[in-house]
């Protein structure tokens, strides 16, 4: 259903389109023109005078040479002196042998790159999967874990702090009934 919706809605564009390119000529038969096929018998006429013709032939040949030609850089190449390349490079010198250094660095490292333990990473994938889903597990556990001791610290820091101020209390209630009955403290 949809497709056909679709197939007439560009049937009915290809026909605006007709429209809009030809008006309302026709042609001896009264049927409407079709652009595209007017566009095909006219690239195939074009095609086969092309093929036809020698100097055509030339022409395609030469496109290349064209595109070369009306590239920008041509110009630049054509303009720019070899002792300005030259200078150039001479400038960037620095730089370039650092990038060859580098180069032979990783050429070098090459052999490691190849070796057995880097081609057999995707099969220990697997297995680092499950050992860094244990190892977050784990950390869970550990956070847990760590709360529960400070919660046990926290309470034992109260336990100390009210056996310490009820250990103060009673001494100054001992230190009192002693005064009063007179009773000398040992220092």
């Known amino acids: 259903m949809e497709k056909k919706m679709a197939s007439d809605n560009l049937e009915m564009r290809l026909q605006a389109l007709d429209s809009r390119i030809y008006g309302e000529r026709r042609n001896t038969s009264s049927k409407p023109l079709k652009c595209a096929e007017s566009l095909a018998r006219i690239q195939a006429g074009l095609t ?11 022409l395609h040949k030469k496109i290349e040479d064209l595109m070369k030609y009306l590239d920008p850089q041509f110009t630049d190449h054509m ?9 150039f490079i001479l400038a960037e010198e620095d730089f370039l042998l650092s990038q060859a250094a580098l180069l032979e660095q990783a050429d070098a490292l090459q052999p490691l790159l190849d070796s057995s333990y880097i081609r057999d990473v995707p099969e220990h ?20 874990q760590c709360q529960e001791v400070k919660k046990l610290f926290e309470d034992y820091n109260k336990m100390m702090f009210l056996l310490s101020k009820q250990f103060t209390q009673w001494d100054e209630t001992l230190r009192k009934l002693e005064e009063a009955k007179g009773i000398r403290p040992v220092e």
């Open 79 to 87: 303009a720019v002196p070899d002792t300005m390349k030259m200078e």
């Open 48 to 58: 086969n005078t092309a093929n036809k013709r020698e100097r055509v032939k030339i």
């Open 125 to 144: 994938a697997t297995k680092l999967q499950r050992l860094s889903q244990i190892h977050i597990k784990q950390q869970d556990q550990v956070d847990a």
